[in-house]
Nanobody
């Protein structure tokens, strides 16, 4: 079974950085498209960054995080990371990783079949 486990969330001050991890089992990230989403209270789930499988290779960013957030991957650990810099109180949300057995990735929630349980990130001002 495909499973995703996020970790690394917590409470930070504005301007600080945080790295989230998403470890997969039952599949290989190289063969799946992957994305990071977040959902703040009362708001829709928002796609932040997505990356094609290794066969595709491109990465897309939401305007809200471009230049501040980065997606990286450690294939040996079957883990992807979300590096978040210059965090703002508006970045407070539950953060999710998601995958789909497709080459191309999108920032659309409906694209992804498998989701992690989420990890809370709180940014204080």
């Amino acid at each position: 079974d495909v499973q995703l486990v996020e970790s690394g969330g917590g409470l930070v001050q504005a301007g600080q950085s945080l790295r989230l991890s998403c470890t997969g089992s039952g599949f290989t990230f190289d063969d799946y498209s992957v994305a990071w989403f977040r959902q703040a209270p009362g708001k829709a789930r928002e796609g932040l960054i997505c990356r094609d499988s290794a066969a595709g290779g491109s990465t897309k960013y939401a305007d809200s995080v471009k230049g501040r957030f980065t997606l990286s991957k450690n294939s040996a650990k079957n883990t992807v990371y979300l590096e978040m810099n210059d965090l703002k109180p508006d970045d407070t949300a539950v953060y999710y990783c998601a995958v789909d057995k497709s080459t191309l990735a999108t920032l659309e929630r409906a694209w992804y079949k498998f989701w992690g349980q989420g990890t809370q990130v709180t940014v204080s001002s």
